[in-house]
């Protein structure tokens, strides 16, 4: 009688409970790291130190298995499903330069496509924080073949960069819900600093405004995004800008950007 009740247990136990309810769309970041990381505990310490921090399926990372080109790996944000969202950071664990860029959305939806450098294969995470101070967390792992950070940018060798310097292109695009999207391309080395010779020089702030002057967007970028970013913003039907958009910014060694961007 007790060799069968055994294995009676051992059944339940080996079926799946079919019934179960969903998981919730937030779990505590104390709990497993999704994706596994021996950073993960490094990352917490270095940008959440006093925070609430969850890993939360609204905030998605988009992003290629397998990285073809390690300088210029293709990344969308989106934590659209997300309430409240007050900033967003985006950082890859094993990147010696661990944060890529911070937003902040304003007027314009929380996402945000853009390229970015990989040293070696990482995550790549997305942490939103809302009004309450919880920074929600999504992210993606991305194989890499590696050496993104430490490899000169192309524009470092070439003296036309110097004449084209934070020059602006892109162009806004009528999105079906009665919104828009902007497309923008910088031109700018973003030079790490970890080449030999070449010292660090990158984008640092990026602010995107409407023709009144209300700020749709706010960017922070670091090193590690790519040389002459490319971004790509929504903007909802009540933010739609018209038809310009005023991009104004700087970078670490003091020279500016100002242009507008057309429809």
């Known amino acids: 009688m007790r060799s069968s009740t055994l294995i009676v247990l051992a059944m339940f136990w080996l079926c799946p409970v ?17 994706l596994e990381s021996a950073r993960w505990g490094d990352m917490v310490k270095t940008f959440f130190p006093d925070a609430r921090v969850v890993f ?6 988009v992003a290629p298995l397998i990285a073809e080109d390690s300088l210029n790996v293709p990344v969308s ?43 070696q294969s990482s995550p790549v995470r997305a942490a939103a924080r809302t009004a309450d ?49 902007l497309r923008m391309r910088v031109i700018h080395p973003m030079d790490t600093g970890l080449a030999p010779g070449i010292p660090v020089f990158h984008i640092e702030e990026l602010s995107l405004a409407d023709e009144s002057g209300a700020e749709l967007m706010r960017i922070r970028a670091y090193e590690p995004v790519s040389e002459n970013p490319l971004f790509t913003i ?7 800008a018209g038809s310009r958009i005023h991009a104004r910014g700087r970078d670490n060694n003091g020279n500016r950007i100002d242009a507008w961007v057309t429809q």
């Open 56 to 61: 939360d399926a609204r905030v998605k990372v």
């Open 77 to 119: 944000v989106d934590a659209t499903e997300l309430p409240g969202v007050e900033e967003v950071l985006v950082f890859a664990d094993f990147n010696p330069i661990l944060p890529v860029l911070r937003f902040q959305p304003k007027k314009a939806r929380p996402a945000l496509a853009f390229r970015l450098k990989l040293q």
């Open 133 to 181: 101070g919880v920074w929600h967390v999504g992210g993606a792992w991305i194989t890499a073949t590696g050496g993104g950070c430490t490899a000169p940018s192309t524009g470092s060798g070439s003296p036309e960069w110097q004449e084209r310097l934070n020059q602006v292109s892109g162009r806004i695009f009528p999105r079906t819900d009665g919104g828009e999207r």
């Open 234 to 240: 929504d903007l909802p039907a009540d933010a739609a």
């Open 18 to 34: 079919t019934e179960a309810p969903a998981a919730p769309p937030a779990a505590a970041a104390t709990s497993a790291d999704p």
